[in-house]
């Protein structure tokens, strides 16, 4: 397996929340609503935040992601690289925007509140949550409902 894709990638000596795009057109509406909301959830998880980067990206990007650095071989919404153990957060989390738009169609979300779970989730893994269990699963989605309160 090789090391994730971007560990420095928007190196800075101040704690921050950066955002980028690859191989798609997407910008937040809100980002610094966005920041403000996701520092909240990081403090409400007991960690601090060091250096965290959301790349909104394709179905594509994220699958060739998926298969060099983690060897699955399929779709996902999300994949989080940390470079650093909780409580710091440090970390690249890659989003597929083509991915979230389908999923809040198949959930009967806005596009939206899908994204937000969906970035609260990556967080909450670099705050050391899983979600390979059904208890880790379930406490998941009781974290990303509470973080979603939060916005």
């Avoid at 970390?91 to 999923?103: A, L, P, T």
């Avoid at 509140?113 to 208890?135: F, I, S, W």
Wanted: one cysteine or more.
């Amino acid at each position: 397996m090789s090391q994730p894709p971007f560990p420095l990638l928007f190196q800075e000596s101040e704690p921050s929340i950066e955002f980028a795009s690859e191989d798609v057109e997407f910008e937040l509406k809100d980002e610094k609503t966005v920041t403000v909301w996701l520092q909240k959830i990081i403090e409400q998880e007991g960690c601090v935040l060091h250096l965290l980067n959301f790349i909104f990206c394709s179905d594509e990007y994220l699958h060739r992601l998926n298969v060099e650095y983690l060897d699955h071989d399929t779709l996902t919404d999300i994949i989080t690289f940390p470079y650093a153990d909780p409580p710091t957060v440090h970390g690249d989390i890659f989003i597929s925007i083509d991915r979230v738009r389908e999923n809040a169609a198949d959930f009967k979300v806005s596009f939206e509140q899908e994204l937000n779970r969906v970035m609260a989730h990556g967080v909450l893994h670099l705050c050391g949550y899983g979600d390979k269990t059904p208890d880790e699963e379930r406490t998941m989605r009781q974290k990303e409902d509470t973080a979603l309160r939060l916005m």
